[in-house]
């Protein structure tokens, strides 16, 4: 399958690379009684995401654009090298993650530090290393002055803003409400006079950044945080009287379809939009960062857990699996935002077949509310079946969260070939001592 492949047929494949993943994973017995949760990773389906990217963006402009991986929505270094080797970057915001891009082989021309709490020392860590920075507040922007001044820096340095135009329908996730953390808010009162006066008295600072969407926010409103950062940028260039700025960075936030293997919107319709919305910022004066997360690896990840017991409870129908809170925590806790689709296989790992009956999907953790889905209409799932938790390649199983001491699943990414279906380990199952060293094993006695 190639990017050129219409969308319902990139569709139907992705289903059926899923499918024999499923199948093949049972059969191997990298899932089974003794591995009753596993995440999976669909390699051609990331990099046909990544190359969609490229494409989408290289059809509206000859400028040259950086796409930097969003890595806190997959912190796995082999993701992080696979997506390198698509000729993507990396957008880091903490210690940690940039530790995982330079593991993965990032390049500092390839990485961009974001984050509204940088220390000092991150700081001097990225001008030294020559990472793009982008800061966050005039405080932030004082402690590069200082640096400056002692090291000059090949860092290229930005300087976020916050358009202040609105929240989409996920309050948490909405960076650009009047009152966000985020950046300098725009319309505050002289703020933006402030903004091109920190320009003009920064010769250095040559970016612009903003990043105004995220999952349940529009592509218009998006579009609209764009075309502020840039006529922000023509606005600073024309008062200094030189092409000061020379990159916008325009974020991320790519909403994800959560209903159907559809990949909608498209990263070529977002970039058609953008060209038609903010013409100038494509016509080759500057160049260009992105900082896709959710948008690149959702689709693409499937958590495979196994119903551990069926049982029935008040009349409804419980599957007990091994997928709950510790892989889906927005989900459990913010479910009318976060709906996933499940899909049921038997205990052979084929799709099951059979009369809809609505049952609850819950995980293994100890509270009620561990559900990853609630009379959900499905073949009813008995004993020793798999249910595929889909859609959760961002943001889901690279995001464990360790309630009852629940052990990080594996990770296997998997390719289709004539001999059948491949599995490659990013990361492996943690190992129960792996808890208990975490949980202060080196200290037993240190309270007593
Ligand atoms: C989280 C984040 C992103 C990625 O957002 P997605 O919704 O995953 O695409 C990009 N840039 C910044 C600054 C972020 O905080």
Redesign the pocket.
Known sequence: MTSQATPSAAKAAAAERRDQAVRAAVEQGLAGPDAPIVALLDTTGIRTGAAALRTAFAAVTDAPVLHAF?V??CPLVPVLRLLRAEGLGA?V?SPGELALARAAGMTAADTVL?SPAKTPAELREALALGIAVNADNPQELARIDAFMTSAPSASPVGLRVNPQLGAGSIDA?S?ATATSK?GVALLDDGARDRVVRAYRERPWLTRLHT?S???GVALPLMAQGVKVAYELAEEINAAVGRRQVDTIDI????PVNFGSDEETPTYASYARLLKEEVPGLFDGRYGLVT?????LLAKHGTVLARVEYAKSSGGRPIAVTHAGVQIAARTVYAPASWPLRIAAYDAKGRPKTGPSVAQDIAGPACFAGDLLAENRPLPLLEQGDYTGVLDTG??YFAHHYSYNSLARPGVYGFTATAEGVRFATVRDPQPIEDLVAEAGGAHTDGLL
């Open positions: 969003a806190k929505a957008e915001a974001d996730l960076t985020f990043h969407g995220s999952q974020g991320g936030g790519l900082e896709f997360g959710r948008s961002a943001y």
